[in-house]
């Protein structure tokens, strides 16, 4: 013990002098030689084996007193900014005094600390500023700190340079892994790796992040109050940039996102007094431009005001769909949904993350209605007939594109697309249709939307109506030039399952039309050998020339009409019972205001036994007399058939897809089979009961085999 005591006292006049230079203001001046004198004096005592453990804990002796005597007294009688700046001197003078004595004592890392598990001798430096110091005078502190933050706050001059070295000695009294090291001009810590932040981060940053959002909270609704919109999202936008420049001046820069989204939710998101519905309604161009210039770097905040966005549009939406006025005209109600959307278009132009949101809006308010999908398919029939008569190309592409974006946001695109098939059957078979072009621009950007797949049927219909006029111009080159008897012929050919399904009720033709038939079936299956060909004489015209009359006429009638009227080549009279066995038609509607037949029995209606005869005293302004029945007008009601038929198609697409997704799983959770399904099912929104239900069945058919809460494919 004599021998530690003697060794010690040596180098403690050294350290003596180094403690005392801590207390002046200039920097510590030490001489290297007795700096190295002292080291090897602690390397002499380290290799005698059981004098370490005496000399780790004289090191530490030697900083906790110097640092309670002097420091701590020091610094307890100090408030406010005096006290920030000299514990930052306090501390780079620690810094100091732990360098000079680590150098001393640098042998007890490299043989002692390691091997007894103790604090390396900087860590434990630091360890007693931190328990001698900050813990005891934490509170004053961060007093004295958060002082300075109110007056930036409020607009006052703070210390900036101060507040940043007492934020970074928060984080250096917790950093574990680091080296002190000294320059000519300073010593200083070097920290390594990854940052414990927790003091930072506990004593600081979440009192400082109150801070600001009791700050801002109360100015938002004082700044809303006595501001129009515009000023107030200046004020909003000034209030981030300041923040922003605080982030980067003095805090840490883990606090930068957490402070500019507090800024934020508290001024713009969570501010009742901002009312984004005003702002959308009255195209505030301005307001709309600034809150989308401060949002868009922030995703984080793009939520709230894309979802209040959404549920303005499903508001405003909601007043359409729930019109009684306009469930009974699809061409109105579609027009008011077109009208709403260019609307909504002006609106979003400039701010295309808000477009999704504008696709839910509409997708949640035009769900509510089931007919929508319908009507909209309504009034593409009515533009392809009417509504783009006289308008430019560029004029109806607009148009168009209108159609097509309501068309996207319907969840239901399988009713769409069974009605809009349909009334594209009928204009391409009557040529009812306007503009060959807007009908294949149609088909284009449905092909993009809505995928090649589902719109495949259609390009078939046109491709049918191609192939019909090439067939018929083939038909033509033969010796009878297409007028097989003298009658001329025009022939659509249609494949099955391309065109909307046809009812074929029992028909004969007339010999006439027979025989003219019977010749372009022999020529169409020369040229096409193994097909087939049937009748389909709802949509047929046929003009017949009438002669029994005083003056010849043309007469235009359906197929039907003129069967009717070529079984009167063979007879001048014929009974209601007759015409029907020979036509083998269900019913015949007799329209006596025609006054081409004449009925003998009195009164509007016909009985089976009525004896109808030509009129040959039939006269007519006209020589060309359209006969064609008048088509009802078309009401838009509730089809209970076409739902129940919908409801059928969309249970075997889900038995389909739950098939296909349970053999290409083989095992899979309740859970992820109804999400995948439900993924996959592009062209309607599957409920969750239907789906249930087509589950079950294929476990009764044994596709699936139920184990628990999964389903295991059965091949």
Request: glycine share 2%; with cysteine.
């Amino acid at each position: 013990m004599e021998i530690i005591e003697h060794e010690i006292n040596k180098i403690k006049p050294f350290i003596d002098s180094i403690l005392a230079n801590l207390d002046t203001e200039t920097d510590i001046k030490v001489s290297e030689s007795e700096l190295v004198n002292a080291s090897n004096t602690v390397l002499y005592l380290n290799d005698m084996g059981d004098k370490s453990k005496i000399l780790y804990f004289y090191y530490k002796t030697t900083i906790t007193e110097y640092t309670k005597k002097i420091v701590k007294t020091e610094l307890l009688q100090l408030r406010g900014l005096e006290l920030l700046k000299k514990v930052i001197l306090r501390w780079q003078k620690h810094i100091m005094l732990i360098y000079y004595l680590h150098r001393i004592f640098i042998e007890l890392d490299r043989s002692f600390v390691d091997k007894s598990n103790l604090p390396k001798l900087c860590l434990a430096g630091i360890s007693i500023f931190r328990s001698e110091v900050y813990d005891e005078m934490k509170v004053n502190i961060k007093d004295a700190l958060f002082e300075q933050i109110n007056i930036d706050l409020y607009g006052g001059h703070m210390d900036v340079n101060t507040i940043t070295k007492v934020l970074i000695f928060l984080i250096q009294l917790k950093c574990k892994n680091f080296t002190i090291e000294r320059n000519k001009f300073k010593t200083f810590i070097l920290m390594h790796e990854k940052h414990d932040l927790d003091l930072y981060c506990n004593e600081f940053e979440s009192t400082f992040l109150d801070k600001i959002k009791d700050f801002y909270s109360s100015k938002s609704t004082e700044w809303i109050l006595s501001m129009t919109y515009l000023e107030y999202f200046n004020v909003v936008n000034k209030a981030l940039e300041k923040e922003k420049y605080r982030s980067q001046v003095y805090l840490y820069p883990c606090t930068k996102d957490p402070l500019i989204k507090i800024v934020i939710n508290e001024l713009i998101i969570k501010n009742d007094k901002i009312k984004i519905e005003d702002i959308l309604k009255h195209n505030k161009h301005d307001e709309l431009n600034l809150i989308f210039s401060i949002l868009k770097t922030h995703e984080f905040s793009l939520d709230s005001i894309t979802n209040k966005f959404s549920n303005y549009v499903e508001n405003c939406g909601d007043l359409i769909v729930n019109d009684q006025m306009l469930h009974d005209d699809a061409i109105e109600f579609t027009r008011r949904l077109l009208s709403f959307n260019t609307e909504i278009e002006i609106i979003i132009k400039n701010y295309p993350l808000f477009r999704r949101s504008k696709e839910i809006g509409f997708q949640k308010f035009m769900s509510k209605y089931p007919y929508s999908a319908q009507y909209i398919a309504s009034y593409c029939d009515y533009e392809m007939k009417k509504g783009l008569k006289g308008v430019t190309e560029q004029e109806s592409e607009l148009r168009l594109n209108s159609l097509i974006n309501l068309i996207v946001c319907c969840y239901d695109k399988d009713v769409f697309f069974r009605y809009y098939t349909t009334f594209l059957a009928k204009r391409l078979l009557n040529e009812t249709s306007l503009n060959d072009e807007a009908e294949q621009y149609m088909i284009s950007k449905l092909k993009v939307e809505c995928g090649h797949g589902i719109v495949s049927k259609i390009s078939n219909m046109y491709q049918d109506k191609v192939l019909s006029g090439q067939i018929m111009k083939e038909f033509k080159t033969l010796l009878h030039k297409g007028q097989p008897n003298g009658i001329l012929l025009n022939i659509q050919v249609l494949r099955s399952g391309c065109w909307p399904k046809q009812i074929q009720e029992p028909f004969n033709l007339p010999n006439e039309l027979k025989n003219c038939f019977y010749k372009f079936q022999m020529f169409y299956q020369d040229k096409y050998e193994g097909r087939t060909l049937n009748i389909l004489p709802f949509y047929g015209n046929c003009e017949i020339s009438i002669i029994f009359c005083n003056k010849p006429f043309t007469c235009i009638v359906n197929t039907y009409q003129a069967s009717i009227i070529l079984w009167f080549n063979s007879a001048d009279t014929l009974t209601l019972c007759q015409i029907r066995e020979y036509t083998r038609l269900n019913a015949f509607t007799f329209n006596p205001r025609q006054k081409l037949f004449i009925k003998q029995s009195l009164g509007k209606t016909i009985t089976e036994n009525d004896t109808i005869c030509l009129n040959f005293e039939f006269n007519c302004s006209s020589l060309k007399v359209n006969f064609l029945p008048k088509k009802a007008i078309k009401t838009e009601v509730p089809n209970k058939e076409d739902d129940k038929t919908v409801e059928n198609e969309r249970k075997y697409i889900l038995e389909s897809l739950i098939v296909k997704i349970a053999k290409w799983r083989k095992q899979i959770k309740h859970e992820e089979l109804v999400s995948e399904v439900i993924r996959h099912a592009t062209n309607f929104k599957p409920q969750l009961p239907m789906i249930k239900v087509q589950i079950e069945n294929l476990i009764i058919r044994e596709f699936l085999v139920r184990d628990e809460n999964e389903y295991i494919y059965n091949p």
